[in-house]
């Protein structure tokens, strides 16, 4: 026969619970933006920005700010955007500096290079690791060391419509907030490891996170 918990320990159960669940978001929220660069930082550095540009441990070249241009719902992660090159120092003793243009509705992808000179079109993906050394017209998809087009975005849309991976949930820009993000992670869950959902981590909170 199961025993009946007192009112007492009843309160000190949900309390736990909710101390639980709000340090897990918290930490988690930490986490996120820790990550996440200010745009502001930028602009203030002298990078012209668009609207819902999100760059996520990136570098973007401290030395000729001023000559990087990027565009609005923009995603740079764990990328470099270099705009000056000190490999001609060494015969000619010259450095080499160009502006970098990255177009509109542009994602740039972990570890990948823009060159100085280089300009990204609008709706381009630029694969992970990707050595960007010419310019990407518009609409296409790049990859690889020399990055080369290898698809265009409505190629690739194609082909993400029937991915089972995407998750069943619409952000509301490509710049995730920390409540979407928990969301988002319940749902990964919930499809891949259900038994760790909220009969076990009450830190998953749901829906109403958002």
């Not at 000056?84 to 177009?103: E, K, L, M």
């Not at 310019?135 to 409505?154: F, L, M, Q, T, W």
Request: hydrophobic share 40%; proline share 5%.
């Amino acid at each position: 026969m199961s025993r009946q918990l007192t009112l007492t320990q009843r309160i000190n159960h949900h309390l736990c619970k909710f101390v639980y669940r709000a340090a897990n978001r918290i930490r988690r929220d930490v986490l996120y933006w820790t990550f996440i660069d200010e745009p502001d930082t930028y602009r203030r550095s002298g990078v012209h920005m668009g609207h819902n540009a999100l760059i996520i441990a990136s570098l973007i070249d401290p030395l000729y700010p001023e000559l990087i241009t990027i565009g609005d719902n923009v995603t740079i992660t764990h990328a470099s955007i270099l705009t000056h090159d000190d490999s001609s120092v060494i015969w000619n003793r010259r450095r080499r500096v160009a502006p970098v243009y990255i177009g509109n509705n542009v994602f740039i992808g972990l570890r990948a290079v823009v060159l100085p000179g280089v300009t990204i079109g609008n709706n381009c993906i630029v694969a992970a690791g990707a050595v960007v050394t010419k310019d990407v017209p518009d609409n296409y998809v790049v990859a690889g060391n020399p990055a080369r087009p290898i698809k265009s975005i409505e190629e690739y849309r194609d082909k993400i419509a029937g991915d089972g991976s995407l998750l069943d949930f619409a952000m509301a820009s490509n710049a995730c907030t920390p409540r979407e993000d928990v969301y988002i992670r319940e749902l990964a869950l919930a499809r891949y490891r259900p038994e760790l959902l909220e009969s076990e981590h009450p830190s998953f909170v749901g829906a109403d996170a958002i």
